[in-house]
């Protein structure tokens, strides 16, 4: 996913968040926020987290013969230690 589909993704969630509670307030916007819970965006889904933390699956590709072909998937989470 490139900056674009983030950035999308983060103001649809804004505006989402906003036109719930029909307000800017902080507090408020952050309530709908961590409401939501899971979002399908523009790079895929969004898990939102009650702690306010943001998970999402990693998708890596490769070419292959002149093609995207999606890598295999490791089930193991990566630290926040990690590089």
């Known amino acids: 996913m490139g900056f674009a589909a983030a950035g999308y ?3 649809r969630l804004l505006a989402l968040s906003m036109t719930e509670v029909k307000s800017f307030g902080p507090t ?3 309530a709908a926020l ?3 819970g899971s ?3 523009a790079g895929g889904v969004i898990s939102l987290k009650p702690d306010g933390n943001v998970t ?3 998708r890596l590709l490769q070419v292959k013969d ?3 072909v ?3 998937q490791s089930n193991q ?3 926040e230690s990690s590089p």
Do not use: C
């Open 70 to 72: 999606d890598l295999p």
């Open 28 to 30: 408020e916007v952050r």
């Open 56 to 58: 999402k699956k990693l």
């Open 66 to 68: 002149g093609r995207f």
């Open 39 to 41: 979002f399908n965006g």
């Open 9 to 11: 993704d983060a103001v």
């Open 77 to 79: 989470p990566l630290s």
């Open 34 to 36: 961590l409401a939501i």
